[in-house]
């Protein structure tokens, strides 16, 4: 995100503001949906977080950690929105895309696999996963984005990870070739 | 059993898939939402606060409608304290920097009841953080009370009973109508729902706003400042440096580029003229000098002075109004002693006007600005160092050291 915008949205400029929340909302909104596989939760959260993020934006000491900190107020309203509304989360998923090259019987089973797994995780362990996977952050990074130390999110992570393996591996079934690129 | 780099692919692969993108309506409903939500500032320590600046060339009466607007016009009750946008004031804001001045403008016009002390200065607002070219407000909270009711509770503000001289007065506003209280001494009580603004929770007192009305009653406590049982000079001497918890950076911050190399000077001109070292006899100092007409020359439509320091214009140009004299005396007291600040405020207001029957009519150009210095165990102490015979003397005893050591 651009510095000045960001300082001058600091300042209580709310056209500068719309400019950030026009273009940080996809993103944002990507992680929201990632972690709670829920559309109308992740609409939530998203909405929540953009006010958020102007409220607080005076706490931000350095404007160049813009996306690392807005990402942390997303994963919070993650958390904040599954309190409030104890909605059921429901593996609706995120399959909007063109089926991926090499999809397959096997591979959409394999999805529903993941889904039961990743519902099964704690917001926490799925933030690192989406963190990780999705926006291919590295250990400093997500401990960054999500305010804990580095070795907490290599607990939350090894946990996650071992807790999708092992939905993987119930299913010995499917064959995880099935993903490669035909 | 899936290998470690497989479940990498997996789930990579997994969590990247779609490209779903926010819904439009659910930005446009959270920004509809920030135009209804103010910014939280930072507590201590921080450097930037949310400030609408004020523009040069406007009328002091602009001047204070615009305050009243950047501080939030009435807004009513909203129960529990809150957090607010800090005003702010700048050398333009004073009505003789206005493009058509009209200094007859009457600001107020108050009754006061036959105890009132002659001379007293009107209290409008108090500004902690210096920002070059003007001051704002750190940490603002802001909590309603309801008419009547104490306006002081949990404020740093308040002062013993036994200090301080009560008295009630009814204050219609005319031309200072910028729903901005004003008051002879710290305001205690109003007979108007009043939204109280201070300097972080339980600190000192930034404001105090009241609805738009013809008039308001206003009960004030004045320091004795004059009584020698309640504070001397000597007294102030020997005031302990231990601050106290409500004392926020923002009194005691200098910020980079305030004081260039004439103000550095002048400082160490000040420092030359005392032996002391103390805080009272370094702001008695600081103020005896900037007093001083062979130092400093006291004019309304000073040259120069836009932009950059107004500390260290006016140490270079050394000509300045109250704004001037007053902004340069805080900040040099908080750079006097280095690594130990001396705690200051600016203090917004006016001087005393014309009285007669009971009657105080004060005008616009009676707009003023002083300095607070901070005492453990006696509050905010007044001083004023605007010189041309416009600052008002000190009434404290013992003002001047019996003998130097």
Redesign the interface.
């Known amino acids: 995100m651009d510095r000045a915008l960001v300082e001058l949205a ?3 400029e ?1 056209e500068a ?2 400019r950030i ?2 273009q940080a ?2 993103r ?3 992680v929201a ?2 972690v709670l596989r829920d559309h109308e939760a992740a ?1 939530d959260a ?2 929540v977080a ?2 958020q993020i ?6 931000l ?1 350095d404007p160049d950690l813009f996306d690392a900190w807005s990402r942390r107020v997303v994963v919070n309203a993650c958390n904040a929105g599954r309190r409030r509304a104890r909605r059921p989360v429901v593996s609706i998923g ?4 063109e089926p ?1 090259v090499g999809d397959s019987q096997s591979s959409v089973a ?2 529903d696999e ?1 889904e039961r797994a990743f519902t099964r995780l704690s917001l926490d362990q799925r933030a690192v ?2 963190l990780q ?2 926006e291919g952050l590295s250990m400093s990074e997500m401990a960054a984005s999500l305010g804990v130390s580095e070795g907490t999110v290599k607990s939350r992570l090894h946990g996650a ?1 071992r807790a ?2 092992a939905a ?2 119930a299913d010995s079934r499917l064959p ?1 070739r099935a ?2 690129p035909a | ?2 290998t470690e780099l ?18 439009p309506e ?2 446009a ?3 509809r ?3 209804r ?6 507590r201590r320590g ?7 600046p004020l523009r040069a060339g406007r009328s002091w009466l602009m001047a204070a409608v615009a305050l009243g607007i950047v501080i939030g016009t009435w807004s009513g009750f909203g129960g529990a304290s809150q957090r607010v ?1 800090s005003a702010s004031i700048t050398a333009a804001d004073f009505p003789w920097a206005a493009a058509n001045p009209a200094p007859d403008t009457v600001a107020f016009v108050a009754q006061l009841p036959a105890n009132a002390p002659e001379g007293t200065s009107w209290r409008a607002a108090t500004y902690d953080r210096f920002e070059l070219d003007r001051w704002t407000q750190s940490d603002l909270e802001q909590t309603s009370v309801r008419a009547g009711q104490p306006l002081l509770g949990t404020s740093a503000e308040r002062q013993p009973d036994a200090q301080t001289a009560t008295f009630t007065v009814t204050v219609r506003p005319k031309a200072f109508e910028g729903s901005i209280l004003v008051s002879p001494g710290t305001p205690v009580g109003v007979d108007a729902d009043a939204v109280v603004r201070e300097i972080g929770a339980g600190g000192w007192l930034a404001s105090i706003q009241v609805p738009d009305r013809a008039a308001y009653t206003v009960t004030a406590r004045s320091p004795r400042l004059g009584d020698p049982t309640v504070v001397t000079g000597d007294l102030l001497r020997q005031a302990s440096r231990v601050p106290p918890p409500q004392l926020v950076d923002g009194y005691t911050a200098v910020p980079e580029g305030a004081l260039g190399p004439a103000a550095r000077r002048l400082l160490s001109e000040i420092l030359a003229s005392t032996p002391y070292r103390d805080p009272y006899d370094l702001a008695v100092a600081v103020e005896t000098y900037l007093k001083d007409p062979a130092n400093f020359t006291y004019s309304t439509q000073p040259a120069g002075c836009i932009g950059g320091s107004l500390v260290e214009c006016f140490a270079q140009t050394r000509t300045g109004y109250c704004m001037h004299y007053a902004t340069t005396m805080a900040v040099l007291l908080r750079a006097a002693l280095p690594g130990d600040p001396i705690p200051t405020r600016l203090v917004q207001g006016f001087l005393p006007g014309q009285r007669s029957n009971g009657t105080e009519t004060v005008a616009t150009r009676l707009a003023h600005a002083w300095v607070e210095v901070y005492f453990q165990g006696y509050g905010w102490i007044p001083f004023d160092p605007t010189g041309g015979s416009v600052g008002r003397p000190s009434t404290i005893t013992d003002r001047a050291p019996v003998a130097a050591p």
């Not at chain 1, 102007?54 to 706490?59: A, K, N, V």
């Not at chain 1, 995120?94 to 895309?97: A, L």
């Not at chain 2, 939500?37 to 930072?42: A, D, G, M, P, S």
């Open positions: 600091q300042r209580g709310r503001y719309a929340a026009a909302s996809d944002l909104f990507a949906l990632r609409r998203l909405q953009l006010v102007w409220r607080d934006l005076p706490t000491r995120v399959h909007v895309g991926s394999m999805r993941l996963l989406v996977y999705y990870r999708m393996r993987i591996d995880v993903e490669e | 059993m899936i497989d479940l990498d692919r997996v789930l990579a692969s997994w969590l990247v898939e779609g490209t779903e993108r926010a819904h659910d930005v409903a959270a920004l939402q920030v135009e939500t103010r910014q939280r500032h930072r921080w450097r930037r606060d949310v400030v609408l946008v």
